[in-house]
C-alpha cells in the first residue's frame, strides 16, 4: 500500500516558501550569512543560515502573536503552505494527524526570560515561556491548522523530522490516520549556537560539505512538511500526486553520544534498511541528498556507509545544507522537501563550495545543478546525535 | 495469525526503589536523585567510568536498562539491530538544559550540551548493549499506553525488529521515574499489550 | 601537575579515579584514563578557565593532551606568552 506525497511546504534562509526555495536551490544562491537577527556574543566570528525575516515579520506572515516563539512561527508557515499545496477535499471527514518535530522548541524565548529571571525572581513575563517545551510548539500550530486528531512531537536531534516523516507514514499504513501533515521546525537560538561552538564543530566561513578541508557546520533554521495521504485520498484529489514515500529505515550506530562510527555503521544501516523496505536495488537510486553538514566526523562516515553500500555505482550526490546550513531538528523535513522536488523536477541540487574532493572516498557531490534528468527514486539522509540514523526514500508514481 | 508479543521483563526505577519483575531488588530512601542513582549504579558491580559523565536522565535510563537486560545479555537475544529502543517522557532533556545553560555565561560546557537531547539517553543504553534497531524518542503529557502499544506493535509485526525496549524515563531535579519493558516475539511472558503495561507504573 | 591531576579529575568527572592513579607520563587518550572526544574539549574548557589559554586547532589537542606531562608543559609554554 503506498503512502502518496500530496503537498510540500519549506521556509528556510534560501527562501519563504517552496517557490523561492526552489529558485535559490536552481541558482546556487545560499543562505549562509553574517548573523542579522540572532543577538550573541558571536555575532561577528560565526556565519549562520537564518531565515531572512524578523520575528515581527513572520509573526505576520503566520498569523500569530509576536510573543510567540520564532520555532512556532516558522512551523506555522510552512505546515500551511503544505497543506495549501496539497488542496485537500474540503466535505470529506478526514482522520488527520500533524507530527512535528523540532529540537529547541520554545529556547529562544526562553532563553530571553532566563537571565531576567535569575537576578530577580519577579522579573521577565512567565508567559513567555509557556511554549519553551518541544511539545508545545508541535500543539500551537497543531489547533491553528486544524489538524487536532492525532498529534505528536518527535525529538531526536538531527534525525527528529525524518522520523516524523516516516511515522506519519505508518500512522496512514495501520489505518489509523487518512492524512498526515509531518515534519519538523528549528529556531537559531544562543543555547545551540554555545553549545555546538564548545563542540568545536562550526565552520567559522561558509561550510564545505564533502570537501577535503572541510572545517565544520553552520546553523541553520527553518521548517518543512510534507502532507502524507492514503491511495485512497489520493485518488479523491483534484491534483494527483506523483511522490510516494517508498522506503524508509532507522537504526543506532551505538557508538558515541555525538560523533558517528568511523566506518558509517548506523548510516549504512538505515540506507540499506530504506532500500530493502523499498525492494531498489542500490542503482535505481537516482540522486541522494546528504546529511552532509561540513563536519570531519558526519563526511567521512557518511561517505564510507555510501562507498560501502553503493559501491561502484554511485548515483549522484550533493548537500543542499552548503544552501541552508544545517537545521537541525528542520533538518529531515526540509530536505525531504527538496528530495520530493528534485523528483517531481528532475534535477539535482548541486553541492556548493567544493575545491578539493575528498581523498578517500571514490566518489564526490555534483557542483552543478542539473535538469532534464529522469529521476525515479531519491534518496534523504538524516543523522542524528545519539547514534540516530534515518533514510527516506521517495519515488515516483 | 497474530504473533505472540509479550513482556518478558520490566523494571521500574522511581522514589529510591528499583523493581524488577515484581521483585524490589534495589532501595535507597532518603537519597537525593544523584545519590541514589550513584548507589544503584555501585550496586550493579559494573565497570563503566562513562557512567559518572552522563546526565541524570542518561544514568537513570541507563541503571534501568541494566536491570531490564541483567539474564538476557548473556543471550543471544540483543543482536544489532533485531532490538529497537522507543521511549517516552514528558520533561525532554530540560534537567540538562538547566545545567548546561548555566554554564553559558562563562564558558559553555561541551560535556554537558551533549546531553541536552532526550534521545541521547537511547544512545547511552545502546551503546551499553550493542543495540543497533530502530529507535526513536517521544514527548507526551504523561506515558500513552495505546500510543506505545501501538507503535511497538508496528515494528514487531513486520519483522522490523524481533524485540523493543520501550517505556518511560523522565528526570527533573530530583523527581526521576523510568519503566522500562523488554518486549519480545513468541517468548513466554506477560501479554504486550496497553492495560498489562500501565501496571508498571 | 597533581594541582592539574585534580582538576582534570573533577573537570572530567572522572569519580572513580584519585590523583595517585594518574601517572604523569601515562597516555590519557584511548588507553590509559580512556578518554574520549568531549573529555577533550572539557580540557580545551578546563585550559581557558583555569590557565587562559585557548586552544584554537582541535587538531592540537591529540598532541597536547596525551598526558599530564605535555599538558603541564603546554601550560607552562603558553602562560608565559600570555603574560
Known sequence: MPVFVAGVGVISAIGNNVAENQDSLKKGIHGIAPMAYLQSAHR??????????????????????????????????????????????????????????????????????????????????????????????????????????????????????????????????NDVADVVIAGGCDSLTRFTLNGFNTLMILDEKPCQPFDENRRGLNLGEGAGYVVLVSGKIAAMLQRKPDVQLSGYANANDAYHQTASSPDGTGSFLAMDGALKMSGLKTSEIGYINLHGTGTQNNDIAEGTAIKRLFDGHYPPVSSTKSFTGHTLGASGGIEAVFSVLALQKGCVFPNLRLETPMKDLPFQPVTRFMDNLQLQHVMSNSFGFGGNCSSLIFSKS | MRELISITSAVSVHRGQIVHNGKLVFEEKEASAGQFLLSAYKYTGAAYPKFYKMDGLCKLGWIAAEYLLKDKSANSLIQDFSTGIVLANRNSSLDADLKYHQTVSSIPSPALFVYTLPNIVIGEISIRHKIKGENAFFIQDAFDAVFMEQYVRILLNNDKLQSCICGWADFLADDYKAVLMLVEKNKAGIEFNAQNMLTYF | MEDLKKQIIEQLNLQDIKPEDIGNDQPLFVEGLGLDSIDALELIVLLQQFYNIKLVNAEDGPKVFHSVRTIAEYIISHQNKND
Open chain 1, 44 to 173: 561577528n566570528r560565526l556565519p549562520v543560515a537564518e531565515v531572512k525575516l524578523s520575528n515581527d515579520e513572520l509573526a505576520q506572515k503566520a498569523g500569530l502573536s509576536n510573543r510567540i516563539s520564532r520555532t512556532a512561527m516558522l512551523s506555522m508557515i510552512a505546515a500551511e503552505e503544505a497543506l495549501a499545496d496539497a488542496r485537500l477535499p474540503l466535505n470529506t471527514a478526514l482522520r488527520k494527524a500533524f507530527i512535528s518535530a523540532n529540537s529547541v522548541g520554545g529556547m529562544d524565548k526562553t532563553e530571553n526570560f532566563f537571565p531576567e529571571f535569575s537576578a530577580n525572581f519577579h522579573a521577565g513575563r512567565l508567559r513567555d515561556v509557556v511554549n519553551h517545551e518541544c511539545g508545545s510548539i508541535t500543539e500551537l500550530v497543531a489547533r491553528k491548522i486544524g489538524f487536532t486528531g492525532f498529534v505528536s512531537t518527535i525529538s531526536t536531534a538531527c534525525s527528529s523530522s525524518a522520523n516524523a516523516i516516516f511515522y506519519g507514514a505508518r500512522l496512514i499504513l
